[in-house]
Structures are given as structure tokens and as C-alpha cells.
Nanobody, 124 residues
Framework: QVQLVESGGGSVQAGGSLRLSCAAS????????VAWFRQAPGKEREGVAV????????AYADSAEGRFTISEDNAKNTVYLQMSSLKPEDTAMYCCAASFHARAWLKESAYNYWGQGTQVTVSS
């Protein structure tokens, strides 16, 4: 059974930092796309950051560029999202997802497996 379990969410003040973790079981994350998506109340889900664990190539949404860093630890079968300089508009449920597709990047429909999410709340 494939599971992606997120952790590390919480409440912080604007300007603060959080590190989210996405631990996979039942699947190895090596040589796959693993991405973080987020969804705020009343808004559509958006891709935030993605990494290809085979090449370590990354991509970020404009809203995350320069503030968020996605990384991998294949030995722990875990992907991380380091978030800094957080803003109130970063408040959302953050979910990780894994894809077998060759060019998944931040294309939501390309992702096969999803976690339940971890809540991030940023206060001003």
C-alpha cells in the first residue's frame, strides 16, 4: 500500500520559516517527480515546488521562487519543503504527491499518489 505522509505544518508569524516533510512508504521516490501542492480555502489547488529525484532538477511556482526550497533524501525516502519568509498568503493545506510520468513537473493531473496534507497558517 502506497502512502505519502506529510508533517511539519503549523502556525507561524509572517517572516517565519517551516520545513515540511513528505515520507513515502510502499513506493520508492527514486527517479520520480515528487511535488508539493497547496490549496487555500476557496481557491484552486496550485503546484508550489517539484523535484525529480533522479536528476535533482527542481521547479518552483513564481510565488515560491526564492523563498521555498525543495530537496530529497533518497535514503529516508523523504522529500522536504523548506519555506522561509512566509507570508499570510502562504496559508493553505500543503500536500505532497508522487508521479511516475516522465514530464509531470507541476501538472496536477500527472500525479498518481497523494498525501493527506499538513496545514500551514501564517499570521500577520
Amino acid at each position: 500500500q502506497v502512502q505519502l505522509v506529510e508533517s511539519g505544518g503549523g502556525s507561524v508569524q509572517a517572516g517565519g520559516s517551516l520545513r515540511l516533510s513528505c515520507a513515502a512508504s510502499g513506493i520508492t521516490i527514486s527517479d520520480k517527480f515528487v511535488a508539493w501542492f497547496r490549496q487555500a480555502p476557496g481557491k484552486e489547488r496550485e503546484g508550489v515546488a517539484v523535484i525529480h529525484t533522479g536528476t535533482s532538477s527542481t521547479a518552483y511556482a513564481d510565488s515560491a521562487e526564492g523563498r521555498f526550497t525543495i530537496s530529497e533524501d533518497n535514503a529516508k525516502n523523504t522529500v522536504y519543503l523548506q519555506m522561509s519568509s512566509l507570508k499570510p498568503e502562504d496559508t493553505a493545506m500543503y500536500c505532497c504527491a508522487a508521479s511516475f510520468h516522465a514530464r509531470a513537473w507541476l501538472k496536477e493531473s500527472a500525479y498518481n499518489y497523494w498525501g493527506q496534507g499538513t496545514q500551514v497558517t501564517v499570521s500577520s
